[in-house]
């Protein structure tokens, strides 16, 4: 039979070993750890340009009417934005489909549905409401955590960073991030949402694209200002560049959270 003391002292080694191991595994959470594989979901950023005034006849119509025909046609709606900037007038939302061919479907039936076609009439009665539309279609970076909406309140503020690479520079960016960036965002307080990779043209450089959650704008510019000062960031960078620059051009963009966003 075995000593009570003794199983608890070997409970108490194990619980402490634990622990030891999860602190030495970094700052990440499970929120922000890649799985092992990424998901096969086709992912598209639609961003909608207003005609003059219309701007938030837009907003308001994907509040009332669309993102619910959206999921009546099995789109995942994964978050609406607008940016903080108001002075651009731009609705940006993200949606996920079960492939490319389940997105192509998924919309054709949208555009032929009659309740669709009716909110149309009712809401452009006085004029159209989009002037154009742009769109980036993507799927997940295995550095991406598993994309799933949540809500905070109050709502976090958003950042979505895109990066441009001299040819053949992406397989080095990647590995920056996983092996560096990452756990430095995590260590400053930078909540990773999501990783994506472009699907671009025949012509066309891939771009890697995320997005990272702040408690505001302003923390996430000073978040950024102690990254880059991090002697870690540096001597990472430095490393990752020996051979020439890796990006081309950095853009960013901070983005606040529609009231029915499922991202908040």
């Known amino acids: 039979m075995k000593n009570p003391l003794t199983t608890l002292a070997l409970t108490a080694v194990a619980l402490c070993g634990a622990t030891v191991a999860a602190l030495a595994a970094g700052p990440g ?20 340009y207003p005609t003059p005034g ?7 119509r994907f509040r009332q009417y669309t993102t619910k025909i959206f999921e009546k ?55 159209k409401l989009v002037d154009h539309v742009t ?24 950042e979505l960073r895109t990066y441009s690479t001299h ?5 080095d960016l990647i590995a920056r991030f996983r092996d560096h960036t990452r756990t430095l965002f995590t260590k400053y307080g930078m909540t990773h949402i999501g990783y994506w990779m472009t699907q671009p043209k025949a012509d ?6 995320y997005i990272l959650a702040h408690p505001s704008e302003a923390a996430g510019k000073q978040h950024f200002d102690e990254f880059r000062k991090d002697p870690v960031w540096e001597k990472a960078k430095a490393d ?7 990006t081309t051009k950095v853009e960013s963009l901070y ?9 908040q």
């Open 135 to 158: 769109s980036i279609f993507m799927t997940e970076s295995e550095l991406s955590p598993v994309v799933k909406p949540t809500k905070q309140s109050p709502p976090r503020t958003f």
């Open 240 to 246: 990752s560049e020996k051979n020439g620059p890796i």
């Open 255 to 263: 983005l606040k959270p529609t009231d029915y966003s499922p991202m």
């Open 29 to 48: 959470t499970p929120g922000n750890t890649p799985p092992a594989a990424p998901s096969t979901k086709y992912y598209e950023i639609r961003i909608y």
């Open 167 to 171: 040819p053949g520079k992406m397989p």
């Open 73 to 127: 046609h099995g789109m995942e709606n994964i978050g609406y934005w607008t940016p903080t900037d108001t002075s651009r007038k731009e609705l940006l939302y993200i949606l996920a489909y079960p492939s490319k061919a389940a997105r192509d479907t998924s919309w054709k039936h949208f555009g032929a549905d009659p309740e669709w076609k009716a909110v149309v009439a009712k809401t452009e009665a006085n004029g």
């Open 54 to 60: 219309k701007f938030d006849a837009i907003v308001d």
């Open 204 to 209: 066309e450089q891939p771009q890697l694209v």
